[in-house]
Protein backbone atom coordinates (compact mmCIF):
# COMPACT_ATOMS: atom_id res chain seq x y z
CA UNK A 1 0.00 0.00 0.00
CA UNK A 2 1.75 3.44 -1.01
CA UNK A 3 1.76 6.39 1.29
CA UNK A 4 -0.02 9.06 0.62
CA UNK A 5 2.28 12.49 0.36
CA UNK A 6 0.72 15.04 3.10
CA UNK A 7 -0.11 18.62 1.81
CA UNK A 8 2.65 20.33 3.69
CA UNK A 9 5.26 17.60 1.06
CA UNK A 10 3.29 18.98 -2.19
CA UNK A 11 3.88 22.79 -1.30
CA UNK A 12 7.58 21.97 -0.65
CA UNK A 13 8.00 20.43 -3.88
CA UNK A 14 5.90 22.57 -6.10
CA UNK A 15 7.80 25.55 -4.51
CA UNK A 16 11.25 23.64 -5.25
CA UNK A 17 9.75 23.27 -8.99
CA UNK A 18 9.10 27.08 -9.13
CA UNK A 19 12.23 28.02 -8.04
CA UNK A 20 14.19 25.78 -10.82
CA UNK A 21 11.98 27.32 -13.78
CA UNK A 22 12.83 30.93 -12.70
CA UNK A 23 16.25 29.78 -12.37
CA UNK A 24 16.28 28.05 -15.47
CA UNK A 25 14.81 31.25 -17.06
CA UNK A 26 16.91 33.16 -16.00
CA UNK A 27 20.08 31.22 -16.70
CA UNK A 28 18.32 31.34 -20.76
CA UNK A 29 17.94 35.18 -20.16
CA UNK A 30 21.74 35.38 -19.11
CA UNK A 31 22.84 33.36 -21.51
CA UNK A 32 20.94 34.72 -24.63
CA UNK A 33 22.23 38.20 -23.68
CA UNK A 34 25.35 37.20 -23.74
CA UNK A 35 25.48 35.49 -26.67
CA UNK A 36 23.90 38.82 -28.53
CA UNK A 37 27.09 40.62 -26.61
CA UNK A 38 29.32 38.15 -27.84
CA UNK A 39 27.84 38.07 -31.76
CA UNK A 40 27.86 41.94 -31.59
CA UNK A 41 31.52 41.78 -30.03
CA UNK A 42 32.76 39.36 -32.88
CA UNK A 43 31.62 41.72 -35.65
CA UNK A 44 33.19 44.39 -34.75
CA UNK A 45 36.02 42.72 -34.34
CA UNK A 46 35.50 40.89 -37.51
CA UNK A 47 34.97 44.83 -39.53
CA UNK A 48 37.87 45.78 -38.10
CA UNK A 49 40.45 42.99 -39.99
CA UNK A 50 42.98 42.36 -37.40
CA UNK A 51 46.22 41.10 -37.75
CA UNK A 52 46.45 37.11 -37.74
CA UNK A 53 47.43 36.94 -33.99
CA UNK A 54 43.95 38.74 -33.01
CA UNK A 55 42.17 36.31 -35.35
CA UNK A 56 43.31 33.11 -33.65
CA UNK A 57 43.04 34.71 -30.34
CA UNK A 58 39.26 35.79 -31.28
CA UNK A 59 38.81 31.98 -32.64
CA UNK A 60 40.07 30.46 -29.86
CA UNK A 61 38.03 32.91 -27.34
CA UNK A 62 35.04 32.37 -28.96
CA UNK A 63 35.37 28.90 -30.86
CA UNK A 64 32.49 27.53 -28.99
CA UNK A 65 30.20 30.59 -30.79
CA UNK A 66 31.59 29.78 -34.66
CA UNK A 67 28.49 28.05 -35.80
CA UNK A 68 26.26 30.37 -34.14
CA UNK A 69 27.56 33.42 -35.66
CA UNK A 70 28.41 32.13 -39.27
CA UNK A 71 24.54 30.88 -39.28
CA UNK A 72 23.71 34.40 -37.98
CA UNK A 73 25.47 35.79 -40.33
CA UNK A 74 23.77 34.05 -43.46
CA UNK A 75 20.58 34.82 -41.92
CA UNK A 76 21.93 39.00 -41.89
CA UNK A 77 23.64 38.57 -45.53
CA UNK A 78 20.33 37.27 -46.60
CA UNK A 79 17.38 39.67 -45.52
CA UNK A 80 19.91 42.30 -46.01
CA UNK A 81 20.25 41.07 -49.78
CA UNK A 82 16.50 40.81 -50.01
CA UNK A 83 15.86 44.24 -48.77
CA UNK A 84 18.80 45.77 -50.97
CA UNK A 85 16.61 44.50 -54.07
CA UNK A 86 13.24 45.49 -52.83
CA UNK A 87 14.75 49.34 -52.38
CA UNK A 88 16.24 48.74 -55.57
CA UNK A 89 12.99 47.77 -57.47
CA UNK A 90 11.05 50.45 -55.21
CA UNK A 91 13.39 53.74 -56.26
CA UNK A 92 13.54 52.23 -60.02
CA UNK A 93 9.49 52.27 -60.00
CA UNK A 94 9.50 55.90 -58.18
CA UNK A 95 12.55 56.99 -60.74
CA UNK A 96 10.46 56.33 -63.56
CA UNK A 97 7.08 57.30 -62.21
CA UNK A 98 7.48 60.82 -59.98
CA UNK A 99 8.80 63.35 -62.72
CA UNK A 100 9.79 65.53 -59.76
CA UNK A 101 11.98 62.34 -57.45
CA UNK A 102 13.66 61.86 -61.24
CA UNK A 103 14.81 65.56 -61.56
CA UNK A 104 15.92 66.11 -57.72
CA UNK A 105 17.87 62.93 -57.95
CA UNK A 106 19.69 63.62 -61.61
CA UNK A 107 20.17 67.01 -59.84
CA UNK A 108 21.79 65.16 -56.60
CA UNK A 109 23.60 62.71 -58.54
CA UNK A 110 25.52 65.01 -60.81
CA UNK A 111 26.13 67.73 -57.67
CA UNK A 112 27.78 64.83 -55.84
CA UNK A 113 29.46 63.23 -59.25
CA UNK A 114 30.96 67.36 -59.84
CA UNK A 115 32.07 67.91 -56.25
CA UNK A 116 34.04 64.21 -56.35
CA UNK A 117 35.43 65.22 -59.31
CA UNK A 118 36.97 68.39 -57.98
CA UNK A 119 37.98 67.94 -54.68
CA UNK A 120 39.29 64.31 -55.41
CA UNK A 121 42.40 64.44 -57.74
CA UNK A 122 42.53 60.38 -58.48
CA UNK A 123 38.88 60.15 -59.23
CA UNK A 124 39.66 62.75 -61.64
CA UNK A 125 42.70 61.41 -63.30
CA UNK A 126 40.65 58.27 -63.39
CA UNK A 127 37.83 60.27 -65.34
CA UNK A 128 39.79 61.49 -67.43
CA UNK A 129 41.67 58.43 -68.13
CA UNK A 130 38.90 56.24 -68.85
CA UNK A 131 37.48 58.92 -70.91
CA UNK A 132 40.71 59.00 -73.48
CA UNK A 133 40.76 55.06 -73.04
CA UNK A 134 37.10 54.90 -74.65
CA UNK A 135 37.80 58.16 -77.35
CA UNK A 136 41.07 55.57 -78.41
CA UNK A 137 38.87 52.41 -78.11
CA UNK A 138 36.04 54.04 -80.56
CA UNK A 139 38.44 56.27 -82.39
CA UNK A 140 37.27 54.70 -86.27
CA UNK A 141 33.56 55.07 -85.19
CA UNK A 142 33.84 58.81 -83.76
CA UNK A 143 35.45 59.76 -86.61
CA UNK A 144 33.11 58.28 -89.10
CA UNK A 145 30.12 59.57 -86.89
CA UNK A 146 31.98 63.66 -86.88
CA UNK A 147 32.54 62.92 -90.66
CA UNK A 148 28.63 62.26 -91.43
CA UNK A 149 27.57 64.87 -89.51
CA UNK A 150 30.16 67.82 -90.90
CA UNK A 151 28.60 66.23 -94.24
CA UNK A 152 24.97 66.78 -93.09
CA UNK A 153 25.70 70.18 -91.89
CA UNK A 154 27.63 71.35 -94.76
CA UNK A 155 25.06 70.12 -97.34
CA UNK A 156 22.09 72.12 -95.38
CA UNK A 157 24.41 75.20 -95.51
CA UNK A 158 25.12 75.13 -99.22
CA UNK A 159 21.48 74.66 -99.67
CA UNK A 160 20.48 77.58 -97.47
CA UNK A 161 22.97 79.75 -99.21
CA UNK A 162 22.09 78.91 -102.72
CA UNK A 163 18.28 79.68 -101.53
CA UNK A 164 19.67 82.91 -99.38
CA UNK A 165 21.38 83.76 -103.02
CA UNK A 166 18.72 83.19 -105.12
CA UNK A 167 16.61 85.49 -103.05
CA UNK A 168 19.31 88.22 -103.03
CA UNK A 169 19.90 88.06 -107.11
CA UNK A 170 16.37 88.37 -107.90
CA UNK A 171 15.92 91.01 -105.11
CA UNK A 172 18.79 92.93 -106.55
CA UNK A 173 17.66 92.28 -110.23
CA UNK A 174 14.41 93.87 -109.26
CA UNK A 175 16.12 96.61 -107.48
CA UNK A 176 18.33 97.37 -110.80
CA UNK A 177 15.53 96.54 -113.05
CA UNK A 178 13.13 99.30 -111.10
CA UNK A 179 15.98 102.31 -111.03
CA UNK A 180 17.06 101.80 -114.35
CA UNK A 181 13.49 102.56 -115.03
CA UNK A 182 13.21 105.27 -113.53
CA UNK A 183 16.40 106.82 -114.83
CA UNK A 184 14.91 105.83 -118.38
CA UNK A 185 11.50 107.98 -117.68
CA UNK A 186 14.08 110.69 -115.97
CA UNK A 187 16.17 111.35 -118.72
CA UNK A 188 13.26 110.59 -121.80
CA UNK A 189 12.86 114.56 -122.08
CA UNK A 190 17.04 114.78 -121.72
CA UNK A 191 18.66 117.96 -120.18
CA UNK A 192 16.56 120.58 -121.97
CA UNK A 193 14.98 122.39 -119.03
CA UNK A 194 17.63 125.65 -118.18
CA UNK A 195 18.29 127.42 -114.96
CA UNK A 196 17.11 130.87 -115.13
CA UNK A 197 19.87 131.73 -112.08
CA UNK A 198 22.66 129.92 -113.03
CA UNK A 199 22.09 129.03 -117.02
CA UNK A 200 22.92 125.13 -116.39
CA UNK A 201 20.51 122.94 -118.55
CA UNK A 202 19.35 120.34 -116.31
CA UNK A 203 17.00 117.52 -116.08
CA UNK A 204 13.11 117.95 -115.11
CA UNK A 205 13.78 116.47 -111.92
CA UNK A 206 16.30 118.95 -111.13
CA UNK A 207 14.52 122.45 -111.81
CA UNK A 208 10.63 123.51 -110.22
CA UNK A 209 8.72 126.26 -112.36
CA UNK A 210 9.56 129.59 -112.02
CA UNK A 211 7.16 131.77 -109.72
CA UNK A 212 8.70 135.30 -108.69
CA UNK A 213 6.26 135.76 -105.80
CA UNK A 214 7.78 133.11 -103.69
CA UNK A 215 11.23 134.90 -104.28
CA UNK A 216 9.82 138.47 -104.21
CA UNK A 217 6.67 139.58 -101.25
CA UNK A 218 5.19 142.42 -101.27
CA UNK A 219 6.46 143.42 -97.76
CA UNK A 220 9.81 144.07 -99.20
CA UNK A 221 12.31 146.61 -98.81
CA UNK A 222 12.96 148.53 -102.97
CA UNK A 223 16.63 147.46 -102.79
CA UNK A 224 15.96 143.61 -101.44
CA UNK A 225 13.61 143.33 -104.22
CA UNK A 226 16.20 144.86 -106.37
CA UNK A 227 19.13 142.98 -105.73
CA UNK A 228 16.85 139.91 -105.82
CA UNK A 229 15.96 140.52 -109.35
CA UNK A 230 19.25 141.01 -110.04
CA UNK A 231 20.19 136.69 -109.61
CA UNK A 232 17.66 136.20 -112.62
CA UNK A 233 18.32 136.55 -115.94
CA UNK A 234 14.80 137.43 -117.55
CA UNK A 235 14.50 136.81 -121.34
CA UNK A 236 11.35 138.36 -123.56
CA UNK A 237 10.20 134.88 -124.32
CA UNK A 238 6.92 133.36 -123.47
CA UNK A 239 7.72 130.08 -122.44
CA UNK A 240 8.20 128.51 -118.97
CA UNK A 241 10.96 129.52 -116.90
CA UNK A 242 12.72 127.48 -114.53
CA UNK A 243 15.02 127.51 -111.65
CA UNK A 244 17.52 124.68 -110.01
CA UNK A 245 16.64 123.33 -106.74
CA UNK A 246 19.57 124.47 -105.11
CA UNK A 247 19.64 128.58 -106.73
CA UNK A 248 16.47 128.56 -105.08
CA UNK A 249 16.77 127.41 -102.27
CA UNK A 250 19.85 129.85 -101.78
CA UNK A 251 17.10 132.61 -102.87
CA UNK A 252 14.67 132.38 -100.47
CA UNK A 253 17.62 132.45 -97.70
CA UNK A 254 18.38 136.01 -99.44
CA UNK A 255 21.97 134.54 -100.10
CA UNK A 256 23.70 134.50 -103.73
CA UNK A 257 23.75 131.16 -105.18
CA UNK A 258 27.49 129.81 -105.28
CA UNK A 259 27.21 129.33 -109.25
CA UNK A 260 24.81 132.04 -110.11
CA UNK A 261 25.94 133.47 -113.52
CA UNK A 262 25.61 137.24 -111.23
CA UNK A 263 28.39 135.82 -109.24
CA UNK A 264 30.57 136.45 -112.37
CA UNK A 265 32.75 133.00 -111.29
CA UNK A 266 35.56 132.38 -114.24
CA UNK A 267 36.15 129.00 -115.13
CA UNK A 268 39.10 127.02 -117.45
CA UNK A 269 38.55 126.97 -120.83
CA UNK A 270 37.23 123.91 -122.48
CA UNK A 271 39.53 121.53 -123.94
CA UNK A 272 39.53 120.72 -127.73
CA UNK A 273 38.43 117.29 -126.58
CA UNK A 274 35.31 118.35 -125.02
CA UNK A 275 33.97 120.91 -127.37
CA UNK A 276 32.04 118.73 -129.40
CA UNK A 277 29.84 117.24 -126.92
CA UNK A 278 26.25 117.37 -126.92
CA UNK A 279 23.90 118.75 -124.27
CA UNK A 280 23.53 115.21 -122.65
CA UNK A 281 27.37 114.76 -122.84
CA UNK A 282 28.21 117.85 -121.17
CA UNK A 283 25.84 117.33 -118.73
Not at 14 to 24: I, M, N, S, T, V
Not at 176 to 187: A, E, P, T, V
Not at 230 to 239: A, D, H, I, K, Q
Not at 263 to 282: A, D, G, H, Q, T
Request: aromatic share 10%; with cysteine.
Amino acid sequence: MVRKKSVSSKVKTRRKAYRRRQEDCSYAMRSWRILILTIKAAKKFLSFKHSNGVAMYTSRRFGTLESDLIHSSHLNFYFRSQLKRKSKIHILNKYHNNSNFRNQYKARSKKQVSKKYKSDPMIRMKTIERAMNWYHKNNTLMRQNSRRLYNQRRRILKKYISIQNHKCIYKQSSLYMNNLNKFRKIIREGPDYVCLSCGLALFRNQVIPFVEEKYIKQNMSYEIKKHIQSYFMYSSSREQKWICKSCSDKIKKRQMPSRAVVNKLKVCEIPSELKRLNNLEKH
